[in-house]
């Protein structure tokens, strides 16, 4: 154990140093402030969008739903992004992965340490953009002191779920070329659809309810949204789940989520292993 803390530790150093090297410290900052901002912005006007099309009055409960949703979606395309490329960068771009590999330590386990600098950089996203909603565009949060415990535990929940389908998508990556980072972007865009980030579940299909049923991060925002936002009276049609039911669920997903994130590591290693892809770069 000391070992693998040692492992994902160091990742982890290694990762923010990656992250935020590029510039000075106080302009590093200055940019993690403005850009959740600006993506604030962005909600803004397609909400304005949404109004001029199909409600004149507006909705203050649509708005609501729509900007924490958005905002909590930021963990998504940060951390399956950041978790999906650890093995691209360092056998593509920096082509160090062969010294890596090597190494005594478990490669797994610094994968989910370079990961955590992008969980701590999206943390920090998403306190601004929550922030700023409540300051400046009416979005009305209220976390109960009582239910911070159940908050904290859903976030880790969710975000353990996100890093298993990263380190998923990792292990297809052993044996694909470097333009698959297309299979990472998409994946949360298939997120965004059917797990009531944008719009409830309740304005799909039956057969699009069904999908977003099926995925953990669904049952993710609609807990997360009951307890930051418990004013929203959003149709999500999971209203017949209590909030103890959903972590169940979570609880369940991240575990076995888990447990088909190391299958697919696994196989995804041990095939490019075989065919010695390891270290293949792939130079187009």
Request: hydrophobic letters at 55%; proline letters at 4%; one cysteine or more.
């Amino acid at each position: 154990m000391s070992t693998y803390w040692r492992t994902f530790k160091t990742a982890a150093w290694l990762g923010w140093e990656m992250d935020s090297n590029w510039t000075e410290p106080w302009l590093f900052v200055l940019y993690s402030v403005i850009k959740p901002v600006a993506g604030a912005f962005i909600l803004v006007l397609m909400y304005i969008v949404f109004v001029a099309i199909g409600r004149p009055q507006g909705d203050t409960d649509a708005f609501s739903y729509m900007y924490v949703g958005n905002s909590f979606f930021i963990f998504v395309a940060t951390v399956l992004f950041g978790t999906f490329q650890v093995i691209q960068s360092d056998r593509e771009w920096y082509q160090t992965i062969r010294y890596i590999y090597i190494s005594p330590i478990s490669y797994y386990v610094y994968i989910l340490g370079r990961a955590a600098s992008k969980i701590a950089v999206a943390v920090f996203a998403v306190a601004i953009t929550l922030l700023f909603g409540a300051m400046f565009l009416g979005v009305r949060l209220h976390l109960a002191l009582a239910d911070v415990p159940m908050f904290l535990v859903s976030t880790v929940l969710g975000l353990a779920v996100l890093l298993a389908i990263g380190i998923c998508l990792g292990g297809i990556s052993f044996l694909t070329a470097k333009h698959t980072h297309g299979l990472a972007e998409g994946i949360p865009g298939l997120f965004y659809v059917f797990c009531g980030v944008l719009f409830p579940l309740s304005i799909l299909p039956s057969w699009g309810q069904a999908i977003g049923r099926a995925i953990p991060l669904t049952y993710w925002f609609e807990i997360t949204r009951r307890l930051i936002a418990p004013t929203i009276t959003v149709n999500t049609t999971l209203a017949g789940f209590d909030p103890l039911t959903i972590l169940f669920f979570l609880i369940v997903s991240s575990v076995g989520f888990f447990a088909l994130s190391v299958l697919i590591y696994k196989v995804g290693e041990y095939f490019a292993r075989k065919a010695g892809k390891i270290d293949m770069t792939t130079s187009y």
